[in-house]
């Protein structure tokens, strides 16, 4: 919009303000010119009709129900209510963010007290004086490391529905000089509402950035139609797509290598005893994200995986009863929970009286799990952090009380949640702080199920007529993850790992040892089953075990299943040796590879 039309339209709408805000006595006059204009009085009404649903775009007032036009904002703020959006800058070192903030905190308090009792001095509600003191008294300054009560990333979320007060915003740097720039510098915002930068930056985001992204265009409805913005968006998805046949490119590339590898190999089928190194979870050695670490996190930003642990009773009640029936270890204690997913045992932490809990998940879940805790109003205590536990400083986090995460994956050790948990706790923990678990223990044991090794096995030896040895072989290298009976159970429970979690490092996550197993029964054996279970001894006033052995309640870890190539005939009283090793896998420290020599059979698994 060139500067002649921009006069044009102020001029407009000026005259458009008369028509709308005209008394009851000029309704004569207009009546007639109506007649005189027929069609084409018709037409104009129409169109500042059109304008006049526009309006409700103009903000609203944060102190009075008055609707204030863009380029009025400072001027109204300070000759009406006396707040000096300049001041207020200097006092707080205010940037765009703050503002935000600021403006969602104001309308959060004002939906609790009467904000036309703010400028009354005599009424001395808590709420009030915290406004006057923070908002009006310039004087005071801030206190040397006092932080305003909006400084908390919670105020991000919109208070009001449609706040187009959120869009304003204007670079107080350079104003400092001349206040009355405000309004000069402001007044182009009579062409199109202008959006700031950084909620103008989540307003474009495609929608499969997540949930934040939407939950502010849903907020906002801000209407982006600016020839800039529309070009802005088509080159944002530009280079999302982009990107996106990059990542797919490098992915092949990467998969061909591995192929070309194997081709060339030297052939050597030795298995390789050299230690093992676990990395942190994210980095392939060069310092860079894992390509894969980028598909397990997005894994979780669905909400059937979520669903599925959530409606896990024995795995969610267990938390819950380790929780809450130790209420006198979590009151007035700060918690971290790891990967919190939808914000559960965060919300149990604070009904058992924590007073801060810090709940960490780069995930998109974790924009579901504010709204769930605001729903649940939880969020005076829940401070959410969507980062990876690397990138969040000791200066975001102190040390805390107690740290809480449900890290077990398949077989406890998938995944590779667990040397995350560890790391939090040399990072965040203090040193007599309580953990949640604070134990695990893995074990394995002999299976005998004829129908079961049929079905998943013996069944590519006849396929219709045919045998099918290469899939046969297949199947056997993956490691199956599915529920056991109990009556399949032919030895001896043979405990193969114990981790004290406060003391664990790494290197004690690595499986590499010789172990006997007791026959119970004659039989053929078919498989050996592993599984798992983790205690919560930290709690004073109650213990509590989760256990996800064949034996116990079902739940979504079931079991761990390794087939024998074929079956193995043993007798009750039988002492079987079996050699177990299992590490990361090569080619992703979250996978597992296992190597099992039992009998005249050595098997290799691998669970990705």
Same mark, same amino acid.
């Given at each position: 919009m060139n500067p002649t039309q921009a006069d044009e339209v102020k001029s407009k709408m000026s005259w458009a303000d008369r028509i709308l805000n005209?008394?009851?006595?000029?309704?004569?006059? +207009?009546?007639? &010119?109506?007649?005189?204009?027929?069609?084409? &009085?018709?037409?104009?009404?129409?169109?500042?009709?059109?304008?006049?649903?526009?309006?409700?775009?103009?903000?609203?007032?944060?102190?009075?129900?008055?609707?204030?036009?863009?380029?009025? #904002? &400072? $001027?109204?703020?300070?000759?009406?209510?006396?707040?000096?959006?300049?001041?207020?800058?200097?006092?707080?070192?205010?940037d765009q963010e703050s503002f935000i903030k600021m403006v969602n905190w104001v309308r959060h308090l004002g939906k609790s007290i009467s904000l036309d009792k703010l400028f009354d001095e005599t009424d001395q509600d808590l709420k009030l004086v915290v406004m006057r003191n923070v908002l009006f008294d310039y004087s005071t300054g801030k206190p040397s490391g006092v932080k305003p009560p909006w400084d908390d990333d919670k105020w991000l979320e919109p208070s009001m529905e449609n706040d187009m007060f959120l869009t304003y915003w204007l670079d107080f740097d350079d104003k400092e000089d001349d206040p009355s720039l405000f309004e000069n510098s402001a007044s182009v915002a009579t062409e199109a509402p202008q959006v700031s930068p950084v909620v103008m930056d989540l307003l474009v985001k495609d929608e499969s950035d997540g949930a934040l992204g939407s939950?502010?265009?849903? +907020?906002?409805?801000?209407?982006?139609?600016?020839?800039?913005?529309?070009? /802005?968006?088509?080159?944002?998805?530009?280079? @999302?797509?982009?990107?996106?046949?990059?990542?797919?490119?490098?992915?092949?590339?990467?998969?061909?290598? !591995?192929?070309?590898?194997?081709?060339?190999?030297?052939?050597? +089928?030795?298995?390789?005893?050299?230690?093992?190194?676990?990395?942190?979870?994210?980095?392939? =050695?060069? =310092?860079?994200? *894992?390509?894969?670490?980028?598909?397990?996190?997005? *894994?979780?930003?669905?909400?059937?995986?979520?669903? !599925?642990?959530?409606?896990?009773?024995?795995?969610?009640? /267990?938390?819950?009863?380790?929780?809450?029936?130790?209420?006198?270890?979590?009151? =007035?204690? @700060?918690?971290?929970?790891?990967?919190?997913?939808?914000?559960?045992?965060?919300?149990?932490?604070?009904?058992? =009286?924590?007073?801060?809990?810090? /709940?960490?998940?780069?995930?998109?879940?974790?924009?579901?799990?504010?709204?769930?805790? &605001?729903?649940?109003?939880?969020?005076?205590?829940?401070?959410?952090?969507?980062?990876?536990l690397e990138d969040i400083g000791e200066d975001e986090i102190a040390k805390v009380d107690i740290l809480i995460s449900e890290f077990m994956g398949y077989f406890l050790l998938f995944e590779g949640m667990l040397s995350s948990y560890t790391q939090a706790r040399d990072k965040f923990l203090k040193p007599e702080g309580s953990m949640y678990p604070n134990c695990a223990d893995m074990y394995i044991v002999a299976v005998s199920d004829e129908d079961d090794y049929q079905n998943n096995i013996g069944t590519w030896n006849n396929m219709h007529g045919y045998k099918m040895s290469v899939?046969?072989?297949?199947?056997?290298?993956?490691?199956?993850?599915?529920?056991?009976?109990?009556?399949?159970?032919?030895?001896?429970?043979?405990? #193969?790992?114990?981790?004290?979690?406060? $003391?664990?490092?790494?290197?004690?996550?690595?499986?590499?040892?010789?172990?006997?197993?007791?026959?119970?029964? $004659?039989? *053929?054996?078919?498989a050996i089953c592993g599984y798992f279970s983790v205690g919560f001894n930290d709690g004073k006033q109650y213990k509590e075990v989760l256990s996800t052995s064949p034996n116990a309640p079902l739940t979504h870890w079931k079991q761990t299943v390794f087939y024998l190539p074929e079956r193995m005939n043993v007798s009750e009283g039988d002492v079987v040796p079996i050699e177990f090793r299992c590490t990361p896998h090569p080619e992703c420290d979250r996978w597992l590879k296992v190597v099992m020599k039992i009998g005249r059979y050595s098997c290799t698994f691998e669970m990705k």
């Amino acid at each position: 919009m060139n500067p002649t039309q921009a006069d044009e339209v102020k001029s407009k709408m000026s005259w458009a303000d008369r028509i709308l805000n005209q008394d009851e006595s000029d309704s004569a006059s +207009s009546s007639d &010119y109506q007649s005189s204009k027929g069609d084409e &009085y018709d037409d104009e009404v129409q169109h500042w009709e059109d304008l006049e649903e526009d309006f409700s775009n103009i903000p609203l007032c944060l102190f009075c129900q008055e609707h204030i036009n863009v380029s009025d #904002i &400072y $001027t109204h703020l300070k000759d009406d209510h006396n707040l000096d959006l300049l001041e207020l800058q200097k006092k707080y070192k205010m940037d765009q963010e703050s503002f935000i903030k600021m403006v969602n905190w104001v309308r959060h308090l004002g939906k609790s007290i009467s904000l036309d009792k703010l400028f009354d001095e005599t009424d001395q509600d808590l709420k009030l004086v915290v406004m006057r003191n923070v908002l009006f008294d310039y004087s005071t300054g801030k206190p040397s490391g006092v932080k305003p009560p909006w400084d908390d990333d919670k105020w991000l979320e919109p208070s009001m529905e449609n706040d187009m007060f959120l869009t304003y915003w204007l670079d107080f740097d350079d104003k400092e000089d001349d206040p009355s720039l405000f309004e000069n510098s402001a007044s182009v915002a009579t062409e199109a509402p202008q959006v700031s930068p950084v909620v103008m930056d989540l307003l474009v985001k495609d929608e499969s950035d997540g949930a934040l992204g939407s939950d502010l265009r849903r +907020s906002f409805r801000i209407k982006t139609t600016t020839p800039e913005i529309e070009q /802005a968006e088509a080159c944002a998805k530009d280079v @999302r797509d982009l990107e996106a046949k990059l990542q797919t490119l490098q992915i092949k590339n990467q998969k061909m290598k !591995e192929v070309m590898s194997r081709i060339a190999g030297d052939g050597n +089928s030795k298995e390789d005893k050299s230690p093992v190194t676990m990395r942190p979870c994210d980095d392939n =050695g060069d =310092g860079k994200p *894992s390509s894969h670490d980028e598909e397990y996190f997005e *894994s979780y930003d669905g909400i059937d995986i979520h669903a !599925e642990m959530l409606k896990d009773h024995p795995r969610t009640l /267990a938390y819950k009863r380790a929780i809450l029936n130790n209420k006198k270890d979590f009151f =007035g204690k @700060r918690v971290l929970d790891l990967g919190c997913g939808t914000g559960i045992l965060s919300m149990f932490c604070v009904d058992a =009286g924590a007073e801060r809990v810090c /709940a960490v998940d780069i995930s998109k879940i974790i924009f579901d799990a504010m709204d769930i805790c &605001y729903e649940n109003n939880k969020e005076e205590h829940i401070t959410f952090f969507h980062k990876k536990l690397e990138d969040i400083g000791e200066d975001e986090i102190a040390k805390v009380d107690i740290l809480i995460s449900e890290f077990m994956g398949y077989f406890l050790l998938f995944e590779g949640m667990l040397s995350s948990y560890t790391q939090a706790r040399d990072k965040f923990l203090k040193p007599e702080g309580s953990m949640y678990p604070n134990c695990a223990d893995m074990y394995i044991v002999a299976v005998s199920d004829e129908d079961d090794y049929q079905n998943n096995i013996g069944t590519w030896n006849n396929m219709h007529g045919y045998k099918m040895s290469v899939l046969k072989r297949k199947a056997l290298l993956e490691a199956c993850v599915k529920s056991m009976e109990p009556c399949a159970i032919a030895s001896e429970e043979v405990p #193969i790992k114990k981790l004290d979690l406060h $003391t664990c490092k790494n290197r004690d996550l690595i499986i590499d040892d010789t172990f006997q197993l007791k026959i119970t029964r $004659t039989c *053929s054996l078919t498989a050996i089953c592993g599984y798992f279970s983790v205690g919560f001894n930290d709690g004073k006033q109650y213990k509590e075990v989760l256990s996800t052995s064949p034996n116990a309640p079902l739940t979504h870890w079931k079991q761990t299943v390794f087939y024998l190539p074929e079956r193995m005939n043993v007798s009750e009283g039988d002492v079987v040796p079996i050699e177990f090793r299992c590490t990361p896998h090569p080619e992703c420290d979250r996978w597992l590879k296992v190597v099992m020599k039992i009998g005249r059979y050595s098997c290799t698994f691998e669970m990705k």
